[in-house]
């Protein structure tokens, strides 16, 4: 059963990769619906990652472009500055994840010291540490200062797009699933009572949040060789509103509803270009009415069967039942 499950999911995995490699190369899909389907998948990444800290962990980030923008330049840097033309395309894997591990050594600097107190300093930390990135970027005049960054090849095509939300999809499923995911639910549940069981809840929310910055710089990455060029404005604190409303409108702690929320959002806003600038006026918007009307957004809390472990099989014909310790170290002394 287990093993049908698997061989399943992995079918599945790879039907999506030809399908991402050979419809637009065979012409089938429309450019726009390529380009639309490369920016719903991008936000997946993000809101995936995002919902690892404000959903699962149950703190309260709010500067995730931040990160996102770190690995974007840097991406671009190493494409453009860096990189021989002819290495570009070869290259790519390891300039996103140069991109993702540039957003995690600033997630770390963010994170050591906001999680040394409790409370909802996370949230003024990372506010700040975005706009903070934002006016660094503008004041840098090799990276274009405010006009913005250009000259990135165009790398980003459907098969990465589809192959990094996989593989997004496939390490937090496995992560939130693991007796490391226990302790961050734990954390989220009560940070108190999670250290009297020996949780290290400080390691574990500096892992947490390292995760989500990585993610969110690949996610920058694959943007910025999407569109070739790139500015401080399209990392300010108005897309880290859009990435909080696709987390809670798909739903806090939950990999389904990060999907839905990121579909959903992304087609949205699209339905909505003929409006112009007011569209952007539907992301606070839409968070205002969320947190009133629906908190828990379409999938709070819950999730699909095709992203939960298998259940113990009786007569044990399965795998045994889950570790119960929660701890990522060694019990604490008095």
Known sequence: MIKGKRFLICLGAATLLALAWGLPAAGVLNPYVVQILMYVGINMILTLSLNLVNGYMGEFSVGHAGFMGIGAYVASVLTVAVLPRAWTALAFPAVLVAGGAAAAVAGLVVAYPSFRTRGDYLAIVTLAFNMIVKSVLENISWLGGPRGYLGMPRLTTLFWVVAWVLFTLWMLRNLVYSNFGRGITAIREDEVAANLTSVDTRRLKLYAFLISAFFAGVAGGLYAHLLQFINPRSFSILKSTDMLVMVYLGGMGSLTGSLLGATIFT????????????????????????????????????????????????????????????AAGPPRGN
């Not at 918007?285 to 009786?314: D, H, S, W, Y």
């Open 267 to 326: 087609v949205l806003l699209e339905l909505l270009r003929p409006l112009g600038i007011w569209r952007w006026v539907v992301g606070p918007l839409l968070l205002v009415l969320l947190m009133i009307f629906r908190p828990q957004g379409i999938m709070g809390f819950k999730e699909a069967g095709l992203f939960k472990p298998a259940a113990p099989q009786p007569g044990g014909g399965g795998p045994g039942p889950p570790a119960p310790a929660l």
